[in-house]
C-alpha cells in the first residue's frame, strides 16, 4: 500500500518593514530671511523625519536649537511677532556711522529672547546633538561649540549669541577667554560639522537662490545685497561639495534645500507681512522637497 506524501505548507514570509531614516539638519544664516528656514524645519517636523542632530549658523543657531528641542510652534511664534520697530533702521546704520559705538545694538534684545527660550535641560532632555558655529575675534579661527559641552543655561545661550554676534550689528560675545562672533562669515552653511554623525542623510536649508533673475540693478545699494548673497549662496555650494568629498562624512546622502529665485525680503527687512509669506514659502518648498526626495 502506497503512502501519500502530504506536502508542508511553507508559511508566509513576513514583510520586513523598512528601517526608518535618520537626518542631521544644517540651517544657514540669513538673518530676516530665517522665517522661510523656520517654514522648512516645520514642514520637516511634520512630515515625522527622525532628526538626531542639529548645526547652525547665525540666525541658524537660534532656529537650530528650537528644532533640536522640537519647539516647532515656539520659533513660529517668534518669528510671528517679531517687534520690527526694536530691529534695525536705516537710522540706526547713521547712528554706527557717526558715533563711537561698536555695533548698531546692544544684545539685550537677544539676550531676553534667548533666556526665555533656551534651556540646558530641554536640549538635554531632547537627545538631539546641537551645534553651533562662532569666529573667535583673537585668533581668527572658526569654533564649533556643542551643546553637550555646556554646562550650564548661561554657558549654552552664550554659544548661542556667540554665533548670532553679527559684526557691527550685536557686540561679540565673551566664552572663557575670548571674543566670538559670527560663525556665518566663515561657515554660513556648517556641514561639516555634522560629517561625523551617524545618520544616513544630511539636509541644508540656505536662503539664497537657485537663480537669480535677470534684472536691471541701477545703484550701490542692490549691487551690494547681491554681492553678499552671491558670497552666501557660494558659501552653501562650497560646504556641499566639500562634505560629498569628505571621508569623514557618515550619511550617504547630502541634500540642499533653497528656494529657486530670490526671497522678496531683505536680511535686515524684518517686515511683519513678508516674514509671514517667507514661512509659508519654506513650508510649501520643504514639502516638495520631501516628495522629490522620497525622503521618510
Not at 84 to 91: D, H, V
Not at 193 to 201: P, T
Not at 214 to 235: G, H
Not at 264 to 280: A, N, V
Request: proline share 4%; glycine share 6%.
Amino acid at each position: 500500500m502506497r503512502t501519500k506524501t502530504v506536502k508542508k505548507k511553507t508559511p508566509p514570509k513576513k514583510k520586513q518593514s523598512k528601517r526608518r531614516q535618520t537626518y542631521g539638519l544644517v540651517l544657514s544664516g540669513g538673518a530676516a530671511l530665517g522665517s522661510y528656514q523656520a517654514g522648512a524645519i516645520r514642514a520637516l517636523y511634520e512630515a515625522g523625519l527622525d532628526i538626531r542632530c542639529v548645526a547652525g549658523s547665525s540666525i541658524g543657531a537660534l532656529n537650530g536649537y528650537l528644532a533640536a528641542t522640537r519647539e516647532i510652534d515656539r520659533m513660529i511664534a517668534f518669528w510671528k511677532n517679531i517687534d520690527q520697530k526694536k530691529l534695525i533702521t536705516i537710522q540706526s546704520f547713521t547712528k554706527l556711522f557717526f558715533s563711537g559705538s561698536t555695533s548698531l545694538l546692544t544684545d539685550q534684545m537677544q539676550r531676553n529672547l534667548v533666556e526665555e527660550a533656551v534651556s540646558l535641560a530641554t536640549l538635554q532632555k531632547s537627545g538631539i546633538a546641537y551645534i553651533c558655529a562662532a569666529i573667535s575675534i583673537h585668533t581668527g579661527k572658526l569654533h564649533y561649540f556643542r551643546g553637550s559641552d555646556a554646562q550650564t543655561d548661561r554657558e549654552l545661550r552664550d554659544f548661542i549669541l556667540a554665533s548670532a554676534a553679527v559684526p557691527g550689528v550685536f557686540p561679540p560675545v565673551k566664552i572663557g577667554d575670548e571674543l566670538y562672533i559670527d560663525g556665518g562669515l566663515v561657515r554660513n552653511t556648517p556641514v561639516e560639522a555634522l560629517e561625523g554623525e551617524r545618520v544616513d542623510c544630511l539636509i541644508a536649508i540656505s536662503m539664497e537662490p537657485e537663480y537669480y533673475p535677470e534684472e536691471k540693478i541701477s545703484n550701490t545699494a542692490q549691487i551690494a545685497l547681491r554681492t553678499l548673497s552671491i558670497f552666501f549662496r557660494s558659501q552653501a555650494d562650497d560646504a556641499i561639495a566639500r562634505s560629498l568629498a569628505s571621508r569623514r562624512r557618515r550619511a550617504k546622502r547630502v541634500l540642499l534645500l533653497r528656494p529657486q529665485l530670490p526671497l522678496d525680503m531683505q536680511q535686515y527687512e524684518f517686515d511683519p507681512k513678508k516674514i509671514e509669506q517667507l514661512i509659508e514659502q519654506g513650508y510649501t518648498a520643504a514639502s516638495q522637497f520631501i516628495a522629490r526626495h522620497g525622503l521618510r
